[in-house]
Each structure stands twice: as structure tokens, then as C-alpha cells.
């Protein structure tokens, strides 16, 4: 099978390289000595747009990735039946049903649909801290989420999306041409 998912998750993986140099670099010690930083202003938002981009390749990802993987599993078929539903039911149908995952699957999701399909709410509103989301966390946290996918479907017996021997000397394509981000001597 034919797919770009490799390099969407090098998208990914790379804009969030970059989102989190850019924060580390805004970050300075408190020029009095006391414990803390002083974040320099990014009138740009480089490192907020970056993790948007993680986030967003991220997606698109695990989109490819859950494609290729069910259609080998269950056939073109019987995955157009799921492709369609959450992320969460798509990798409990594949097999992959620990409450952790599904959690932080949970999490991914509800992110990446906040920061995509973005609805705006007005200066006075009260934000409770529990909805409130930093997107250079949520990036870190979802290109994480979705290597660790890539990681348990690899896992999973009987799958021909399993490494070979070949694909870990080459170093970031599997069987069926999905990338991992791996290179080759990294334990991949």
C-alpha cells in the first residue's frame, strides 16, 4: 500500500522540535535571582503555531495510519463501516483496548478537535483551568499518543504492519510503508 503517513508524522515531529526550541529559547532566569522565569513576548506566536501544526499532522497521522492498518485487518469493507467514528472505537476494533491508551486517546482527540475546529468565546468569559489547554503540551502529549499507536499496532500478532528485519536496518519504513520516526540502531 501506497502512503504518505511517513511523512506526516515527520511533519509532526519536526514542528514540534521546533515549538518546543522556540519556548525553551523564550525563557529566560528572573534577572533578580529569585526562583522563576521571564517568558519574552512572541508577538508572532511561532512556537503556539508550531504546535499547531504537530497537533494537526499528528491527526492526520493516526488517520492514515488506523486506515491502513484496518483495511489489512478487517478489510476495505468492514473498516468503511468504522471510519468514521472516534478514534477510541476504531482502536478497540483493532485491538487496542487498555483504559490508559483509550484515555489519552480521549485527550488527543478532544485537543486536536479544540484547536481545529476552534470556537471563540468572549474576553469576560471564565475559563475553568480543567478545559483550558496549552498547545505545546497538547502537541507533545499527541505526537507521543500516536508514535505509541504505531508502537502497539506493531505489536499486535498477526499483523503484517510488524517491522521486518529489513525495515529496522532501513530505519523509518515498516512493512506497509507507514513511518514510525525511528532511525536505524534506535531500538525501533
Same mark, same amino acid.
Given at each position: ?20 526550541? #522556540?519556548?525553551?529559547?523564550? *525563557? ?17 506566536? +511561532?512556537?503556539?503555531? *508550531? ?14 495510519? #488506523? ?10 469493507? &468492514? ?10 472505537? &476504531? ?5 487496542? +483496548?487498555?483504559?490508559?491508551?483509550? +484515555? ?12 481545529? $475546529? ?5 474576553? $469576560? ?10 498547545? *505545546? ?14 508502537? #502497539? ?12 528485519? $529489513?525495515?529496522?536496518?532501513?530505519? +523509518? *519504513? ?7 520516526? &525511528? ?6
Amino acid at each position: 500500500m501506497l502512503s504518505n503517513a511517513n511523512v506526516y508524522l515527520a511533519i509532526a515531529e519536526e514542528a514540534l522540535a521546533e515549538s518546543k526550541k #522556540l519556548d525553551e529559547a523564550s *525563557q529566560k532566569p528572573r534577572p533578580d535571582g529569585e526562583p522563576g522565569i521571564v517568558k519574552t513576548l512572541d508577538p508572532e506566536r +511561532t512556537s503556539f503555531k *508550531q504546535s499547531l501544526i504537530a497537533m494537526v499532522f499528528a491527526g492526520i497521522y493516526l488517520d492514515a495510519l #488506523l486506515y491502513i492498518v484496518g483495511t489489512d485487518k478487517l478489510g476495505k469493507d &468492514k473498516y468503511k463501516k468504522i471510519d468514521r467514528e472516534r478514534y477510541e472505537k &476504531k482502536l478497540r476494533t483493532l485491538g487496542i +483496548t487498555d483504559t490508559e491508551t483509550l +484515555t489519552i486517546c480521549k485527550r488527543f482527540r478532544e485537543a486536536r478537535n479544540d484547536l481545529v $475546529h476552534e470556537k471563540a468565546i468572549a474576553l $469576560h468569559t471564565r475559563v475553568d483551568k480543567a478545559t483550558f489547554r496549552m498547545a *505545546q503540551r497538547e502537541a507533545e502529549i499527541g505526537v507521543s499518543f500516536v508514535r505509541s499507536i504505531a508502537d #502497539l499496532l506493531r505489536a499486535t500478532p498477526d499483523r503484517s504492519f510488524r517491522r521486518t528485519a $529489513h525495515d529496522k536496518a532501513e530505519g +523509518t *519504513q515498516t512493512s506497509n510503508g507507514i513511518g514510525v520516526g &525511528k532511525k536505524a540502531g534506535s531500538g525501533g
